[in-house]
């Protein structure tokens, strides 16, 4: 006798287009969706075992797999901030920080994945480091360094949902600009020229990086 298999459960409305769904994410480009497991079903467990089939990294957004939008430049960046972040924090054993892997359930069942994140111990289940690949944490400070692929409407909302969550400070950071933006509320946040620095404020007392530091030089040719 044949099995019957049902068809999965309907997440969006049937008469959605795909534009409609990019839509919905912020207006994000169609390569960055993936469509297995169908839109609207996918798990936490579909971000662990995409990453370990195919080495991308993607992000769980209303059932979605989206695709982190990360390139050479925006790593290094990333591992610039990682690295003084880390010295800082080890130094006086304030707690964790995580690079561009660091995947993190936050509200439910949506998981976002700073490029760099620092979670205190406080945060942290019985101050212990997780054992889960992707953990029930929100850090208290989110970093994300733009790429292309990002658009205005996706980085709204993700900065809605960080401080939803209860982190207390996130840093964009915009390698086309060579700026950055502090926020400490969605609707509180202050533009960091070249010229600046990235500070902890209350979440970091006494951490500074300037941002001339964090961008990669320009390599003269040789002669």
């Known amino acids: 006798m044949a099995t019957v298999v049902e ?3 309907r997440a969006f409305p049937e008469d959605w287009s795909l534009a409609d769904l990019l839509d919905r994410l912020g207006g994000i480009p169609a390569w960055r969706v993936r469509l297995y497991p169908l839109p609207g079903t996918a798990t936490e467990r579909d971000v662990v075992e995409t990453e370990a089939r195919t080495g991308r990294l993607c992000e769980l957004v209303d059932g979605v797999l989206v695709e982190k939008g990360m390139g050479f430049n925006e790593s290094e960046i990333a591992i610039n901030i990682a690295g003084v972040l880390n010295a800082f924090v080890k130094k ?3 707690g964790i920080v995580v690079g561009e892997s660091g995947m993190m359930k936050i509200l439910g069942r949506q998981v976002r994945i700073p490029d760099v994140a620092f979670v205190s111990w406080d945060r942290l289940p019985g101050r212990k480091r997780p054992r889960t690949p992707v953990p029930e944490l929100v850090p208290d400070l989110a970093v994300e360094v733009l790429s292309p692929s990002n658009t205005p409407r996706e980085m709204d909302r ?3 949902e960080y401080f939803a ?3 207390r ?3 964009y950071v915009d390698p086309q600009t060579r700026t950055a933006c502090a926020y400490t509320s969605p609707e509180s946040g202050t533009r960091i020229p070249e010229e600046g620095s990235l500070e902890g404020g209350e979440v970091l007392p006494g951490f500074a990086l300037a941002l001339a530091d964090v ?7 040789q002669t």
């Open 169 to 171: 400070l996130v840093w």
């Open 165 to 167: 969550a209860g982190v």
């Open 158 to 160: 993700k900065l809605q």
């Open 7 to 9: 068809p999965p459960a």
């Open 215 to 221: 961008f990669p030089a320009d390599i003269e040719p």
């Open 92 to 94: 006086r054993r304030l």
